[in-house]
């Protein structure tokens, strides 16, 4: 069971009044990424590969936040870890790697629940090779994937399914492991979108067996930095657009120009505190993962299971708190039974008002939360918010407690009374 008030010490930034509801915006840093990166950017800034003490001394930290990223996603070995600026960035790199090897008439599956992180790179290299999307669309009441759409829409001239792990715009769970499937038995790979994921549930790529697999450091209390899985036979074998003489195996391939060697130290850092969590609150779980996991790895196991529990009791809290506010419609999984489907973001409209308006309502209550379409474009205009702002998103992460809910709920009540 989590200790939130020892959570929280782990956290300069919660010291404040201010409650932070913007998770899946951006979460907090643990103190861990700030000494990590102070302490880089002090005794060993340089650029890679040089023969001199501080070069080799970043270069043992790259490598460091590499293994521990690769245990952290149960990566089979570190070189199959990709850093880069951020999630966008890094899709984009690899669909244009990806596109050389597709063919007029080839087909690429996306979703209407997704970022357009994990869209647009895909429409981009669809129109640039000829091929047809195809999209996968969401039961609107619940805002859950279509399942049975998904086999509809995955044919044999299916080449690359593009599918989210969580939605940052209604928190749903994808069955992500159907999805890759589905994409293996007509030999198409399957790219998946972590980023809402990674924060709130453990993540194993080896038993999805995914094909690519990105996700964001800074959703998961880290810096901003973006992080791909790849397969390595799948990484080795694709072109990367580089720069010559730049290494010819992943993950330098991919790795182009100068890397955020502070971000990737605070990287570590963020392993560092995630261990931490997992040694001091996660061991009564590592019975679901012994034999499999031993060292950092479970102990990173273990943390995302105590994560996941407390969230889910946050879940249930926070949807019982919103179903008593007159007018506010939640869009996503409201069942109490589905609430395991979830991750901690919630999002709804609430009668009378923009959710421009709420947020700025909330702001002057020292409460953070995200108004808009988050980029979770198809999602506003599948639900046909667009023109009316959108939605009002409360993202809750596992620093946060029953006490703020209860702020936020009281604060809500009043705008409606
Ligand atoms: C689900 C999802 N995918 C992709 C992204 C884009 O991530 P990045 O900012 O690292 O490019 C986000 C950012 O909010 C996201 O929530």
């Not at 080896?206 to 996700?215: E, K, P, V």
């Not at 996941?308 to 926070?318: A, C, K």
Request: aromatic share 10%; proline share 3%.
């Amino acid at each position: 069971m989590l200790n939130l008030d020892e959570i929280r010490s782990h956290f300069p930034a919660l010291a404040s009044d201010t409650i932070y509801f913007d998770n899946p915006g951006g979460t907090q840093v643990a103190r861990e990424v700030i000494q990590r990166t102070d302490r880089y950017l002090r005794s060993t800034n340089a650029n890679h590969g040089g023969a001199f003490h501080t070069s080799m001394a970043s270069d043992a930290t790259v490598a460091e936040a590499r293994q521990a990223v690769a245990d952290f996603l149960n990566a089979a070995r570190p070189e199959e870890i990709v850093f880069g600026p951020n999630m966008t960035t890094l899709t984009f790199s690899i669909s244009r790697s990806l596109a050389r090897t597709l063919h007029a008439g080839d087909e690429i599956v996306v979703t209407r629940l997704d970022h357009d992180g994990n869209v647009a790179p895909w429409l981009f290299i669809a129109e640039d090779r000829g091929c047809t999307i195809r999209w996968v669309d969401i039961h609107e009441e619940d805002c859950t994937l279509d399942l049975q759409d998904l086999e509809r829409q995955i044919t044999e001239r299916t080449k690359i399914v593009a599918i989210g792990y969580a939605s940052n715009a209604v928190g749903t769970i994808n069955d992500v492991q159907r999805a890759v499937q589905l994409a293996h038995n007509v030999g198409a790979l399957c790219f998946v979108d972590a980023v809402q994921y990674a924060p709130h549930r453990p993540i194993d790529v080896q038993a999805l067996d995914c094909d690519f697999l990105a996700c964001s450091a800074y959703k998961f209390f880290g810096p901003h930095l973006g992080i791909l899985y790849g397969k390595y036979d799948l990484l080795d074998s694709l072109t990367a657009y580089k720069v010559r003489p730049a290494g010819d195996l992943p993950p330098d391939k991919f790795e182009t120009g100068t890397q955020n060697f502070e971000g990737i130290a605070a990287t570590l850092g963020a392993m560092e505190y995630f261990e931490w969590l997992g040694n001091t609150f996660g061991s009564e779980y590592a019975a679901n993962y012994q034999g499999s996991f031993s060292g950092r790895a479970l102990a990173l196991k273990q943390a995302m299971a105590a994560i996941e529990v407390y969230e889910i009791e946050l879940n249930h809290s926070l949807l019982e708190s919103l179903g008593s506010i007159a007018g506010l419609q939640i869009r996503g999984i409201t069942s109490p039974h589905g609430l395991h489907q979830r991750v901690p973001t919630f999002s709804f409209t609430l009668q009378g008002w923009t959710p421009r308006a709420i947020a700025e309502a909330l702001a002057a209550e020292g409460i953070n939360v995200w108004d808009g379409n988050f980029y979770a474009l198809s999602v506003t205009e599948r639900l046909g918010l667009e023109e009316q702002g959108g939605l009002l998103r409360v993202g809750l992460a596992h620093y946060n407690t029953q006490a703020e809910i209860d702020k936020l709920v009281d604060a809500l009540g009043r705008l409606v009374q």
